[in-house]
């Protein structure tokens, strides 16, 4: 087999891996988020001052952020269920070194500790879980999308072939869930009337880089005879077309029908692909072609998968949607974010049922044709981890209490009133690896492309050594955060659009 054939099969006939393997997994990003959040106050306890240092900064951040990732997808990954203990009991430790140093200086009850925090106003104009959410998917792919073409990444952790729950397959539905928490029909304020299709418009203006991205990617991909998984999306389809019918799509839907009720119009397109699925020939048609041979021959033949999983995809968005009108109302207090992240975990709880009862009546989770199942276990997955960040922001403005004068980036600030923005202003001068990404993220995952097809090209990805590949990761991982941390250091966006 030909070098180029030996990658393709390397990367096939998967099944990916449990529900629980999942969780467990997905755990690992809040708490390093946590760890360090924790960091940074205890070592404002012992400096008097924040860290204030940029190259000590980026150190730090790559080293708790995206450092463990890299290990628990790779030489740690047998070892999973002990990471999130081991960094939980580490999260315990730092925190109460904070709690007993404050103890020392001040002998405030504990009960009076907790009744300030639960009334402690939050700026409402900002929600940074939903930026280390949308930047911790695109760390998360970055990751993967290299890392998969070597050995130590598991094979049950890669996409699947047909049915299955593996974590690539959840990065691409939480890619599309990321986007649709900060689309423009979810920013645009309430008060504020625009024509009907303004949001049309502007998408049909934001999407033009994904079809050049897409399109670029195809040429490049064909003229080098890159490895690719057919399967995956089809002959000429890749993510970015995906990505961009997508918004466009559902630009035209929230234009027609009320954004508010973008929830009935994903159940509505969710459970109608299913139907047709089960009750057609269409399911055949996606998985083995018009003759049952598998055939590529035709547009429609060769990117069955891509063009048929934009229902799946759309649902996802629009579900997405909603939940981004709801996490966007007005909320300024702890007690306000601790109930919505209690509804959000029940809604969560409540679509791992309808998943369960899906799998069993309908159809198991299956990302090639973004099924019903698969919709609903993306976005349940997505709920929860969206929570975890809340969670993990809620303990840091805790631990912020504890130590005058410490702060954390990317973290909620607490702020004096329910309409001061005082120390909102003070804040945002904080660089942190997550505000870089942030800045500039389609760059990053377009970075991260161009890297991993380099990589490919040069090295022989599947006989690398563990010391090797975790080299390349590290290398790879850090050039591409580094590259982002300056440019955020220089406030340059390169987004022209």
């Given at each position: 087999?030909?070098q180029?054939?030996?990658?393709e099969?390397?990367?096939?006939?998967?099944n990916?891996?449990?529900?629980?393997?999942?969780?467990?997994?997905?755990?690992l990003?809040p708490?390093?988020?946590?760890?360090?959040?924790l960091?940074?106050?205890?070592?404002?306890r012992?400096?008097?001052k924040p860290?204030?240092?940029?190259?000590?900064?980026l150190l730090l951040?790559?080293?708790?952020?995206v450092?463990?990732?890299?290990f628990?997808?790779?030489?740690l990954?047998?070892?999973?269920?002990?990471?999130?203990?081991i960094l939980?009991a580490?999260?315990?430790g730092i925190?109460?070194?904070?709690y007993?140093?404050?103890q020392?200086?001040?002998?405030?009850?504990f009960?009076?500790?907790?009744?300030?925090?639960?009334n402690?106003?939050?700026?409402p104009?900002?929600?940074?879980?939903i930026?280390?959410?949308?930047?911790?998917?695109?760390?998360?792919t970055?990751?993967?999308?290299?890392?998969?073409?070597?050995p130590?990444f598991?094979r049950?952790y890669a996409?699947t072939?047909?049915y299955g729950?593996g974590v690539?397959d959840?990065?691409?539905g939480a890619f599309?869930?990321?986007n649709?928490?900060?689309?423009?029909?979810v920013?645009?304020?309430?008060a504020?009337?625009?024509p009907?299709?303004?949001?049309?418009?502007?998408?049909?203006f934001a999407?033009?880089?994904?079809?050049?991205?897409?399109?670029?990617?195809?040429?490049?991909v064909?003229?080098i005879?890159?490895?690719?998984h057919?399967?995956?999306?089809?002959?000429?389809w890749?993510f970015?077309?995906?990505?961009?019918?997508v918004?466009?799509v559902a630009s035209?839907?929230?234009a027609?029908f009320?954004k508010?009720k973008s929830?009935?119009?994903?159940?509505?397109?969710a459970?109608l692909y299913?139907?047709?699925?089960?009750?057609?020939s269409l399911?055949?048609?996606?998985l083995?072609g018009?003759?049952?041979?598998?055939s590529?021959?035709?547009?429609?033949?060769?990117?069955?998968?891509?063009?048929?999983?934009?229902?799946g995809?759309?649902a996802?968005y629009m579900?997405?949607?909603?939940?981004?009108?709801?996490?966007?109302?007005?909320?300024?207090?702890?007690?306000?974010?601790?109930?919505?992240?209690?509804?959000l975990?029940?809604?969560a709880?409540?679509l791992?049922?309808?998943?369960h009862?899906?799998?069993a009546?309908?159809?198991?989770?299956?990302?090639?044709?973004?099924?019903?199942?698969?919709c609903l276990?993306?976005?349940?997955?997505?709920?929860?981890?969206?929570?975890s960040?809340?969670?993990?922001?809620?303990v840091?403005?805790f631990?912020?209490?504890?130590?005058?004068g410490?702060?954390?980036p990317s973290?909620?600030?607490?702020?004096?009133?329910a309409d001061?923005?005082?120390?909102?202003?003070?804040?945002?001068?904080?660089?942190?690896?997550i505000a870089?990404?942030?800045?500039?993220?389609?760059?990053?995952?377009?970075?991260?492309?161009?890297l991993?097809?380099?990589?490919?090209?040069?090295?022989?990805?599947?006989?690398?050594?563990?010391a090797?590949?975790?080299?390349?990761?590290?290398?790879?991982?850090?050039?591409?955060c580094?590259?982002?941390?300056?440019?955020?250091?220089?406030?340059?966006?390169?987004?022209?659009?």
């Open positions: 087999m030909s180029k054939h030996l990658k099969a390397f990367v096939s006939n998967l990916g891996t449990g529900l629980l393997e999942l969780t467990l997994g997905m755990s990003a708490l390093c988020l946590l760890c360090r959040g960091l940074l106050v205890l070592l404002c012992h400096r008097g860290l204030s240092s940029r190259p000590s900064g951040d790559f080293g708790v952020l450092v463990p990732l890299l628990s997808c790779t030489v990954s047998s070892v999973l269920f002990l990471l999130p203990a939980a580490l999260c315990v925190f109460f070194t904070i007993r140093q404050r020392h200086d001040s002998q405030v009850p009960r009076q500790i907790v009744k300030g925090f639960q402690t106003y939050l700026d104009d900002y929600i940074p879980a930026t280390v959410f949308r930047v911790y998917v695109n760390v998360l970055s990751i993967s999308i290299l890392a998969v073409d070597f130590q598991p049950r996409k072939e047909t729950t690539m959840l990065g691409v599309i869930f990321g649709a928490l900060v689309c423009p029909e920013r645009q304020k309430a504020v009337t625009q009907k299709f303004s949001s049309l418009a502007k998408q049909l999407i033009w880089p994904l079809v050049v991205l897409g399109i670029g990617r195809l040429l490049i064909k003229s005879e890159y490895h690719e057919v399967s995956e999306y089809g002959v000429h890749n970015f077309f995906t990505l961009a019918l918004r466009l035209l839907l929230l027609i009320p508010n929830w009935i119009v994903a159940v509505t397109v459970v299913q139907l047709i699925l089960n009750l057609t399911k055949t048609f996606v083995h018009s003759n049952g041979e598998d590529r021959t035709g547009f429609l033949n060769a990117n069955r998968e891509g063009l048929l999983s934009l229902f995809y759309l996802i579900a997405s949607v909603q939940v981004g009108l709801y996490l966007l109302k007005r909320r300024d207090s702890v007690k306000d974010w601790m109930g919505a992240a209690c509804l975990l029940l809604a709880l409540v791992f049922v309808f998943l009862i899906s799998q009546h309908a159809d198991p989770v299956s990302r090639r044709m973004a099924n019903l199942s698969y276990w993306v976005i349940a997955h997505g709920l929860i981890l969206f929570v960040f809340v969670v993990a922001d809620l840091l403005v631990t912020k209490l504890l130590v005058k410490s702060a954390v973290c909620w600030r607490a702020v004096k009133a001061s923005r005082e120390q909102r202003q003070a804040g945002a001068v904080h660089i942190c690896l870089a990404i942030n800045k500039n993220q389609l760059l990053f995952f377009l970075l991260a492309n161009v991993t097809g380099i990589v490919n090209v040069m090295i022989d990805t599947i006989h690398s050594r563990a090797v590949t975790l080299c390349i990761l590290h290398v790879y991982m850090f050039l591409n580094f590259i982002m941390y300056i440019l955020h250091a220089k406030n340059i966006v390169l987004k022209f659009w």
